[in-house]
């Protein structure tokens, strides 16, 4: 099914969704970013993959390029951003670049995901190109790499980080919203859980059952004592996406929801629409979501904390804030980075390190987004 003019703002989580438009309004920020961020050579890097992959289209890969194509119709999608498939034995995705992103696929993608599977895949890809993704999580890869030398910016190392932070919070609902992406794409979702459990335990899925994956991620959310809470909490707050587990199960809570239907049936923003979004309505709802996810999850620290207080609403409001925090904060690098593309200012950031744990997945100094 075609859902024609289909905004991303159907498929993105509230959280994500609040943080990209308080982004968006800020009048020429992407221009501004783009250029403050030339350094970042994505004319290169597009040519080592050009180098280096295989550029898939109806004479390379042509079963990628089929389901490429089915992806994107699904989606509605104007123009199919370049596809490649390089040499990998890690079962994931990218979407990679500033000003004109492309995807890129592992070769163990392609040749242990189904066809349902791998269309999910390039759905979930196509749906971080089209909400902007791309763009904004580059940036933060640049600004986690340079967070211990921009003391030029307005903005001190503590205050940073703490942004950064707020940041990787939205990145992980920007992995969620993806998901979504991924099974508008494939309107298949026991291939989109398929795809996820394969990422978690590898290709052989008569070795596991779906019930028993959901059950995991019952038992991951609600298990244990504070001690394991702590642990979670640990384990994800500087990581870029959720844990396999949660994103099966608030895949399967969005289906149930009835959202998923609805969509099919018609009912979703339209692109066309997308000017009159409101800021202030986006961010209460990536409060709200907050809210209801604080009501529902069994974590013992989360429910500690409704016995002490409101938490959820307290991290609702926290949450809510994040996008304003982050779009001030952006407002200001902006102001500074045209202030040096003006000559105002002579000092000039270091280049970024090509060292080891980078957050430089394929060790060519460049910038990933990865599914």
Same mark, same amino acid.
């Given at each position: 099914?075609?859902?024609?003019?289909?905004s991303?703002?159907?498929?993105?989580h509230?959280? *994500?969704? !609040?943080?990209l438009t308080?982004l968006?309004?800020?009048?020429?920020?992407d221009?501004?970013?783009k250029a403050? #961020?030339?350094?970042w050579n994505?004319?290169g890097f597009r040519l080592?993959?050009?180098?280096?992959?295989?550029?898939v *289209?109806?004479? +390379?890969?042509?079963?990628v %390029?089929?389901?490429?194509a089915?992806a994107a119709t699904?989606l509605?999608?104007?123009?199919?951003?370049?596809l490649?498939?390089k040499?990998?034995? #890690?079962?994931?995705?990218?979407a990679i670049?500033?000003d004109k992103?492309?995807?890129?696929l592992?070769t163990? &993608?392609?040749?242990q995901?189904?066809d349902?599977?791998l269309r999910?895949?390039? !759905?979930?890809?196509l749906g971080?190109?089209r &909400?902007?993704?791309?763009?904004y999580k580059?940036?933060?890869?640049i600004?986690?790499r340079? /967070?211990a030398s921009l003391?030029?910016l307005?903005?001190?190392?503590?205050a940073?980080?703490?942004i950064?932070?707020a940041?990787?919070?939205w990145?992980?609902?920007?992995?969620?919203?993806?998901?979504?992406?991924?099974?508008?794409a494939?309107q298949?979702?026991a291939?989109s859980l398929?795809?996820?459990m394969?990422m978690?335990g590898g290709?052989?899925?008569?070795q596991?059952?779906?019930a028993?994956?959901l059950? +995991?991620?019952a038992?991951?959310?609600?298990?244990?004592d504070l001690r394991?809470?702590?642990?979670?909490?640990?384990?994800?707050?500087w990581?870029t996406h959720?844990v396999?587990?949660a994103?099966a199960? /608030?895949?399967r809570?969005w289906?149930d929801?009835?959202?998923?239907?609805?969509i099919?049936?018609?009912d979703y923003p339209r692109?066309e629409d997308d000017? $009159?979004?409101s800021?202030t309505?986006?961010?209460?709802?990536?409060a709200?979501? %907050?809210?209801?996810?604080f009501?529902r999850?069994?974590?013992?620290?989360? !429910?500690l904390?409704?016995r002490l207080g409101d938490?959820a609403?307290?991290?609702?409001?926290?949450?809510?804030g994040?996008?304003?925090k982050a779009?001030?904060?952006?407002g200001?690098?902006?102001?500074?980075?045209g202030?040096a593309?003006?000559?105002?200012?002579r000092?000039?950031?270091?280049?970024p390190?090509?060292?080891? !744990?980078n957050g430089?997945s394929?060790?060519?100094g460049?910038d990933? $987004?990865?599914?």
């Open positions: 099914m075609v859902l024609t003019g289909i991303s703002r159907a498929w993105e509230p959280a *994500d969704r !609040g943080a308080a968006r309004e800020l009048r020429g920020f221009d501004v970013v403050f #961020f030339g350094m994505e004319r080592a993959y050009l180098a280096s992959a295989i550029r *289209d109806h004479r +390379q890969y042509p079963r %390029y089929q389901l490429y089915e699904s509605d999608v104007p123009e199919l951003p370049e490649y498939v040499q990998d034995p #890690f079962l994931n995705g990218q670049g500033l992103p492309f995807i890129v592992p163990a &993608s392609v040749q995901l189904d349902d599977e999910a895949l390039l !759905g979930h890809e971080h190109v &909400s902007g993704h791309a763009v580059t940036i933060l890869i600004l986690t340079w /967070a003391s030029w307005p903005v001190g190392a503590l940073l980080r703490a950064i932070g940041m990787m919070e990145w992980r609902k920007a992995e969620l919203s993806a998901d979504r992406a991924g099974l508008l494939g298949d979702p291939a398929r795809l996820l394969k978690a290709g052989d899925l008569s596991v059952d779906t028993a994956f059950e +995991q991620a038992e991951y959310d609600g298990g244990g394991d809470s702590l642990h979670k909490l640990r384990m994800t707050l990581s959720p396999p587990v994103r199960a /608030a895949l809570h289906i929801s009835g959202d998923y239907a609805r099919l049936e018609g692109r000017s $009159t979004a800021v309505t986006e961010v209460k709802a990536a709200e979501s %907050y809210r209801e996810a009501g999850t069994q974590d013992p620290l989360v !429910g904390l409704r938490g609403s307290e991290m609702g409001e926290w949450a809510g994040a996008a304003g779009r001030a904060w952006f200001a690098a902006g102001e500074a980075a202030r593309a003006r000559g105002e200012r000092t000039t950031p270091p280049p390190s090509n060292g080891n !744990g430089d394929d060790g060519d460049q990933s $987004t990865e599914t």
